[in-house]
């Protein structure tokens, strides 16, 4: 199976996962608040069928994708608020349904672009692997919103392992977005695997900053669903920590992020 076939399986069980979650919610159900500030669970699917939409364009339409862009970026910072906003007026029925048709074609699209296609998006161009991790990275993320609001506990799987993957590969991201210059050495990030029988490597053995602890945890972080001062995450080195302090694994603004735990606003 190519590593293509693989995220692409794993965004597909990843999504249904969270399609159990709500399925069988009712009206009430659905208007719930999450813990995204003005956030429903209509809210958060919404979000997700409306990036999944952006993302059958980005890899099937490029011009139509331009143009979302376009807009995007005449309104940046309220424009994720607003498409979400969008979705979540519909009837719960059609949002579902609407995410699903989404899912369903953006699985189609990837599965049929060319090996060594890149496509444009709200960050870096992507390739349809990139694009795939991208996409499951946003439903693991937002998932975990709608199951914390359902008081669902979920079991961390090793399809974390390309959340972790993406926000290791963000870092010089979330320097730039904030106007920071990216430290030019590598980072060696070693993080234990939700399994606990494997530790998932990245960069250089031999590097002086490190970061190391549970994979959930940085997975956790990079998504901004957990504040760093309740994580179990160890960095050696002034910039690993100051990393560790902005890391992000999503393209756009970074948000406020979450308080830690016990914290008020």
Not at 50 to 66: G, H, K, N
Not at 68 to 88: C, I, M, N, R
Not at 122 to 133: I, K, L, N
Not at 198 to 206: A, D, R, V
Request: proline share 7%.
């Amino acid at each position: 199976m190519s590593d293509v076939s693989l995220v692409i399986d794993d965004l597909a069980r990843e999504s249904e996962e969270l399609d159990g979650l709500v399925a069988e919610l009712d009206a009430n159900g659905w208007a719930r608040a999450t813990p995204a500030p003005g956030w429903t669970i209509a809210h958060q699917i919404a979000h997700l069928a409306w990036t999944d939409r952006c993302a059958v364009s980005a890899v099937t339409d490029p011009e139509a994708f331009a143009a979302e862009l376009e807009k995007a970026l005449a309104s940046f910072g309220t424009w994720v608020d607003e498409a979400a906003q969008a979705g979540a007026v519909l009837p719960p029925d059609r949002l579902l349904a609407q995410w699903r048709e989404g899912r369903a074609a953006l699985d189609r699209a990837l599965r049929a672009a060319p090996s060594g296609s890149r496509f444009p998006w709200f960050g870096p161009p992507m390739a349809a692997a990139s694009m795939a991790t991208g996409r499951l990275m946003e439903t693991w993320a937002h998932g975990l919103d709608v199951a914390d609001t359902l008081g669902v506990v979920r079991t961390p799987t090793d399809r974390l392992r390309h959340v972790a993957r993406i926000g290791v590969r963000a870092r010089d991201f979330a320097f730039g977005i904030r106007g920071w210059e990216a430290p030019g050495e590598e980072f060696r990030v070693e993080l234990v695997a939700p399994s606990g029988h494997e530790i998932w490597t990245y960069g250089p053995p031999e590097a002086a900053q490190r970061v190391t602890g549970p994979a959930l945890d940085f997975c956790l972080l990079v998504t901004r669903r957990a504040h760093r001062a309740d994580l179990a995450l160890r960095a050696e080195g002034p910039d690993a920590d100051r990393w560790l302090d902005i890391a992000q694994a999503f393209a756009g603004p970074p948000g406020a992020g979450r308080d830690p735990r016990g914290a008020t606003r």
